[in-house]
């Protein structure tokens, strides 16, 4: 949506992460490159291979150029993924065999290259290991980046060193995320994603105001304009005018005097006024979110989303590199509880490149759970470093996108085969290790007596969760309206859960985005959750709700909550039930 004055333009999108800023428009293409094919004459031959070998060079110095330019700001750590791109670029295949093509076949240089590709798809269709067939994804990643090179068109990396500027993008994806520099992108914008898309959380992660699903926003805009983002509201203005700007100016300064005063109540503790605890932990991505969810109040890490090492690269971490990583982790939240999940890459978080995998349904396809059992030595590398890291101090482990009992007990075999592996050679971990499953698949909600009899904790995933329970996909802004929390089939499914839980005599947590919002605690309370992980920016907006709530009042809130049919009574009831002092004042 975009409403224009003078030369000042408005547009709507969702907000997906919180904060106010302005700054200066940099707009970054990630589009994909359009490939045309088409004959050739003989004479023409020459010269179309002279473009390809050309544009293989220029690829070759942009990855260069890219590897010194993220050494200088990430550090070398993650660079595995330019040094497989570049090993990529030099195997003979892919030139000899694009050359062959357009002499014989005589096609176009760009036509070549894609059916190039084509049958470096064939073979890699034909390995059994699926993890290196989807390495395919890697090699996608390097043809689209000669294509574009071949028709002059350069694949912006995340700007650098710019100055302090605000990235508008068609899409942001996981892993361009994290190659952003806090120091100077002081916001992003994107045409697509939703609020509980893996960007949106990683924008939260790092603190970066968000606003997505601004359809159209890169056409209409250019560099340079001044723009303000406002990630509470979902709103973006182009060249504000004077009052404009001021008053956007005086709703920051009054959001970050409300985080300011917010930050003071961190230490007291998560109880109702009629001393009913709970926990309220944090999701994390990276070690430097622990310290945060630490200053935030948080009392540990609910869930940590190991995906992010998996990103960015082309092959598995070893064990080592995952245990300094996990160790990192817990030494930032020492002495507090550390829930590692293991990986949950797949569906929209994307190992790199893995976009152009032709997967009709990734939300229902390989992911999660499903690659880990399906890679048992890569898996169980994950599980010693996990394993290793309860040696040092308190963590508990949970499955991501459980389905069924054997996808469990397959999990639980594999860890009980690490711990074996540990005790052989006399490594030491926690032999007393909590297990626990993340439900966020409607199937396990219906079996969960089943699965409650397996394990020692529940999560519920609610982002996902709401996904798969009412077919809307987290991602897509289109849909977002439909994305409904407070759905009666999503409220019912909550209240299934923890009923479960609670018979079998285990725990009953929560770590989707609903954990999140203060609105919907007096129902988590009142439905009975022993733990809530969130972002660490939500965290104290919610611990100054349940410290206003009794839970008297939260279980007759969450019992009233199902006397109505529709998300929208709902949200209304809660709405009338709750007044939010603070927390409210802001939106
Ligand atoms: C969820 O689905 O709610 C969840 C916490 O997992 P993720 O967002 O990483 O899929
Ligand atoms: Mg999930």
């Not at 048992?376 to 949970?398: D, Y």
Request: negative net charge; charged residues 25%; hydrophobic residues 40%.
């Amino acid at each position: 949506m975009v409403s224009v004055k003078s030369d000042m333009k408005s547009f709507s999108g969702i907000a997906a992460s919180p904060g106010i800023a302005m700054g200066r428009l940099r707009i970054v293409d990630r589009r994909r490159a359009v490939v045309s094919e088409y004959p050739i004459s003989s004479e023409t031959i020459l010269h179309e291979i002279g473009r390809l070998v050309q544009a293989i060079e220029d690829t070759r110095q942009e990855l260069e150029n890219l590897r010194i330019r993220l050494a200088e700001t990430t550090g070398e750590d993650n660079l595995f993924f330019i040094e497989t791109h570049l090993m990529i670029l030099s195997d003979e295949r892919l030139s000899t065999e694009t050359t062959e093509i357009i002499r014989t076949g005589l096609i176009n240089a760009e036509g070549a290259l894609r059916r190039t590709l084509h049958r470096y798809r064939e073979t890699f269709e034909s390995i059994d290991d699926p993890y290196l067939r989807e390495r395919i994804s890697d090699v996608e990643t390097v043809i689209e980046r000669i294509l574009r090179n071949m028709n002059n068109e350069t694949v912006e990396p995340m700007p650098q060193h710019e100055g302090q500027i605000i990235i508008a993008a068609h899409d942001i994806s996981p892993a361009d995320m994290l190659q952003i520099n806090r120091s100077n992108v002081l916001a992003i914008i994107t045409e697509i994603g939703g609020r509980t898309s893996h960007t949106a959380i990683l924008a939260r992660a790092l603190e970066l105001p968000a606003v997505m699903g601004v359809e159209g926003i890169t056409d209409l805009l250019f560099d340079a304009a001044s723009v303000v983002v406002d990630g509470l509201s979902g709103t973006v203005i182009i060249n504000p005018d004077q009052d404009t700007f001021q008053s956007f100016l005086s709703r920051k300064q009054h959001y970050e005097y409300v985080e300011y005063e917010l930050l003071k109540t961190a230490p007291l503790p998560a109880v109702t006024p009629d001393g009913h605890s709970i926990f309220l932990r944090g999701n994390v991505e990276i070690p430097e979110e622990g310290a945060s969810v630490l200053a935030h109040g948080g009392s540990g890490v609910g869930l940590f989303r190991t995906e992010i090492i998996f990103m960015n690269r082309t092959y598995m971490p070893e064990e080592e590199e995952q245990f300094s990583l996990y160790t990192a982790m817990q030494q930032a939240i020492a002495p507090h509880l550390l829930t590692i999940r293991t990986m949950d890459a797949g569906g929209d978080k994307l190992l790199d490149g893995m976009d152009l995998i032709a997967e009709a349904n990734p939300a229902l396809g390989l992911r999660a759970i499903r690659i880990s059992l399906g890679t048992p030595e890569e898996f169980k590398k994950q599980l010693r470093a996990i394993l290793r890291v309860s040696a040092n101090g308190p963590v508990r482990v949970m499955f991501p996108m459980i389905s069924g009992i054997e996808e469990v007990r397959a999990a639980k075999k594999l860890l009980d085969e690490a711990k074996q592996e540990l005790t052989y050679v006399r490594i030491p971990y926690d032999t007393e290790i909590k297990v626990g499953i993340m439900i966020e698949i409607p199937a396990a909600v219906t079996i969960a007596d089943l699965l409650a009899r397996e394990v020692d904790f529940f999560s519920v995933g609610t982002n996902d969760l709401i996904q798969y329970t009412l077919a809307i996909d987290r991602s897509n802004e289109q849909l977002s309206h439909l994305y409904q929390p407070l759905h009666p089939a999503v409220l019912r499914a909550l209240r299934r859960i923890v009923q479960a839980a609670h018979g079998a005599g285990i725990q009953a947590c929560l770590c989707g985005e609903m954990a999140g919002d203060p609105l919907y605690l007096p129902i988590l309370l009142g439905l009975g959750f022993d733990e809530l992980s969130m972002g660490a920016g939500s965290l104290l907006r919610v611990k100054q709700i349940l410290r206003r709530c009794t839970l008297g009042r939260a279980t007759r809130i969450a019992e009233g909550c199902f006397v109505f049919s529709t998300a929208a009574e709902v949200k209304s009831y809660l709405q009338s039930q709750i007044t939010f002092d603070v927390a409210e004042s802001i939106d």
